[in-house]
């Protein structure tokens, strides 16, 4: 059945470029990122893994783990972290799966055959300490994600995860956010001292409150 946002991460044991892992208990307490690849050494799968390498810092500041995944082995992978890090000047330090089987592939649905026969698009799923689904995207073979975007995400996530706050259309680090509709307007002097404004009744924005 396919995986819908809310649903609970299916959980798998893999061999990946740091050893076995159990997906659950590899991820622990913290937020996680599962990004699935096409193919190893193709070319823009290797901008893709450069630049996450890039932004592993970020992730860690967000208390994320990052973990990526496509059909080829583990030699495979290990090989190719070698071209990653000499063509993309980073070291990958994050673990990759080895999905020969595609047996975590088939669990988050991950092949699309009249896209791509037999491997794996570009698919993420962020999930949540709580290993529920957070988000879910899709992409193209020929077109490379957009990671500061994915970073976008995870901050907004974890700011109505922890301060009730939604975030409105083209949202940035420091924009107003939006006051969650579960919260009544008399309640929001209490809960966002930092201010509101109430532009109609369901519409109330507040600064950003963890800043
Ligand atoms: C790439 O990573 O460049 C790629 C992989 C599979 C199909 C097309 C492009």
Known sequence: MAIRLGDTAPDFTAETTEGT??????????????????KDYTPVCTTELGRVAKLKGEFDKRNVKVIAIS???VESHKGWVGDINETQSCTVSYPIIADPERQVAQLYDMIHPNALD??????????????????????????????????RVIDSLQLTANYQV????????????????????EDIPAKFPKGHTV?????????????
């Open 71 to 73: 059909v080829d082995d």
């Open 199 to 211: 532009v109609k009744p369901y519409l109330r924005m507040t600064p950003q409150p963890n800043l």
């Open 21 to 38: 892992i159990q997906f659950h208990e590899w991820l622990g307490d913290c937020w996680g990122v599962l990004f699935s690849h096409p």
């Open 166 to 185: 939604a975030t409105p259309a083209d949202w940035k680090h420091g924009d107003v956010c939006v006051v969650v509709p579960a919260i009544k307007t």
């Open 118 to 151: 037999n491997m794996t698009v570009r698919s993420v799923f962020i999930v949540g300490p709580d290993k529920k689904i957070k988000l879910m995207l899709t992409y193209p073979a020929s077109t490379g994600r957009n990671f500061d975007e994915l970073l």
